[in-house]
C-alpha cells in the first residue's frame, strides 16, 4: 500500500426511492473501508449515515477499471468474460479475455458504489409508520369473526 491516505468518491443509492447520493470521503476517514470487500454489510456512520447499513456493491480503480466479485484480493487480473461486470458481448456465446480489479477495496480504488439495506426506526413524534400498522392491526382485529 502507498504512504498516502485514499480518497473515495461514494455512491450510495436508495433502492426504496430509486435516488442516489454521491460524495467524497478523504484522509482518515476513509481508513476504515481499506481491506473491506464487495457484499460486505458496513455501519453507515462510515460514510456519513448514522443509523444505516449499507452494502458494497463494486467500485472501480484509478483507471477505470471496475471491481468484480469472483476475482479476490486487490489485484488487476485479465481473465476471460462471458458477460458480467466488466464485459457486455454482443453476440450469443462471446467471450474475452477483459482487465477487472479483484472484489478487495485498496488505495488504488477511486469509486465506491453501495446501497443501503436497512434504515433507522423512526419513534418521533411524526411517526406515520407505526400509527398506519396499529390502524392495519385494528382492521384485522375488525374483520376477523367473534367466536
Do not use: W
Amino acid at each position: 500500500m502507498s504512504s498516502y491516505l485514499a480518497k473515495f468518491k461514494i455512491i450510495i443509492s436508495d433502492p426504496d426511492s430509486g435516488t442516489s447520493k454521491t460524495f467524497e470521503l478523504e484522509e482518515n476517514r476513509s481508513a476504515p473501508l481499506i481491506g473491506r470487500r464487495i457484499h460486505e454489510v458496513i455501519d453507515g456512520a462510515v460514510v456519513g449515515l448514522s443509523g444505516h447499513k449499507v452494502q458494497i456493491t463494486g467500485g472501480s480503480d484509478k483507471d477505470g477499471f471496475p471491481m468484480r466479485r469472483n476475482v479476490h484480493g486487490g489485484v488487476r487480473r485479465k481473465i476471460i468474460l462471458g458477460g458480467g461486470v466488466g464485459f457486455n458481448p454482443s453476440n450469443n456465446g462471446e467471450r474475452r479475455r477483459k482487465t477487472v480489479r479483484g472484489n478487495v477495496i485498496t488505495d488504488e480504488i477511486v469509486q465506491i458504489n453501495m446501497k443501503i439495506i436497512e434504515k433507522p426506526r423512526q419513534n418521533k413524534k411524526g411517526g406515520k409508520k407505526e400509527e398506519k400498522e396499529k390502524a392495519d392491526e385494528d382492521e384485522e382485529e375488525e374483520s376477523k369473526p367473534e367466536a
